[in-house]
DNA sequence: CAAACAAATTGACACTGTGTCAATATTATC
DNA sequence: GATAATATTGACACAGTGTCAATTTGTTTG
């Protein structure tokens, strides 16, 4: 049959191809979990991997895309956080929306803290890395200012302010948070946090009479 | 005289080693602020310094630590900053405070762009000069928690929130921008920017009527 | 002041890790 | 089975680090 013979073809070659490269991601990722990036050497993944030494550079162009493929799952869930739908009717709809959202992004550190342990010290080192962050960063950015525009036009959100700065700084203080989850240096709970920088996004630290 | 033979003896030796230890300096800065820290070699600012390779290793630990010193300066500019002080008697007052702190911590940014471009890619790689950094972000933080609880108590802020929580968010954001600033990336003046953040911090970004 | 001492400087060396590439091993095709 | 195509391999050249025994320079003492 031709759909065996076409696409599922038994190609032993690609097989072993693919089977070389899971090797060396599957090594890629306890390597880097148990090590930090810095520290991680291709030696210690080939080895671990049971291939030779040359075959990382044939498969990958690094540790940095070796890391960059591993990232691509929790990426994927970061940009479903970051595509969640905003449509309030009210101010406190809003409110209860967007501290949603900043749990889930907070509770995305959680889960996949050891991962972006690794990823935060490769944002550090590598700039293809940096480069795939901001990438998630700018999403997210571009998406709550849209948010913002959206309560602008509906007239709950005050209308002299840029949406593009208001989101930025908003998403600069959860990202900053999130790193502190992930490296377990915060003291309060995340609901805690959520609650707290949202009520000052949404409502300011000052009262108002 | 004591005064000369003691404490200004003129010591040929030691004379020596402070010149060696500041043509180091002044080679270092010039070749950090030439290329940027990864790729900065000890001997690129050996060779720039007219000294021996040993030498570098003699006078400072390496790379790391010829840059703190280097930083100096620019930390001192930041701790005054933070000391700035805060005694606002209305909400108004707290504000027009607030933005000024921003706006001084955003001019600094630009005023030492160069330094800390250095500095931020040094936060990445290097342990010490993280743990430099996480110091002066610190210090803001606990004063920014003082000054929040001082405005809780005199009944312009609301009590219900955790101080040094939302100082965290607010430096953070702060932070944040200060390195756009240091990398050029921002397209709204810091001006605008500081006016921006502070009035999301004070007000909220939602209508209240 | 010269000999002995002390301190600062030096560059060669050993080491670690990177990325490349010619040689080798494996699989496919005729 | 021979030939071609592709995958794997580890030895190699290279770049940078940090150390240390040897050397240079300055100080003190008899």
Redesign the interface.
């Known amino acids: 049959m031709t759909m065996k013979s076409d696409k599922f073809k038994v190609d032993k070659r690609h097989l072993r191809t693919v089977r070389t490269r899971e090797k060396l991601l599957v090594a890629a990722r306890h390597v880097f979990l148990e090590n930090d990036f810095?520290t991680t050497t291709i030696s210690q993944i080939i080895k671990r991997a049971g291939v030779g030494y040359g075959t990382a550079y044939v498969h990958f162009e690094g540790k940095d895309e070796l890391l960059i493929v591993l990232m691509e799952d929790v990426m994927d869930r970061f940009h479903q956080v970051a595509e969640q739908p905003f449509e309030p009717g009210t101010?406190e709809e809003?409110?209860k929306q967007i501290e949603q959202q900043a749990m889930a992004f907070l509770q995305l550190a959680e889960q996949e803290r050891e991962m972006l342990r690794v990823v935060e010290?490769a944002?550090?080192?590598s700039y293809v890395i940096r480069t795939k962050w901001k990438q998630i960063r700018e999403r997210f950015i571009e998406r709550i200012s849209c948010d913002?525009r959206y309560?602008q036009r509906t007239?709950?959100?005050?209308p002299?302010?840029?949406p593009?700065?208001?989101a930025?700084?908003?998403f600069?203080?959860n990202?900053?948070?999130l790193f502190?989850v992930v490296r377990e240096e915060t003291?309060?709970s995340i609901e805690?946090?959520a609650k707290?920088?949202t009520?000052?996004?949404?409502?300011?630290?000052?009262?108002?009479g």
């Open positions: 810095q101010a809003a409110q010290q944002i550090g080192i913002i309560a007239g709950l959100a005050r002299d302010l840029n593009a700065l208001v930025r700084g908003w600069f203080a990202e900053m948070y502190e003291t309060a805690e946090i707290t920088l009520a000052v996004y949404t409502t300011g630290l000052y009262e108002h």
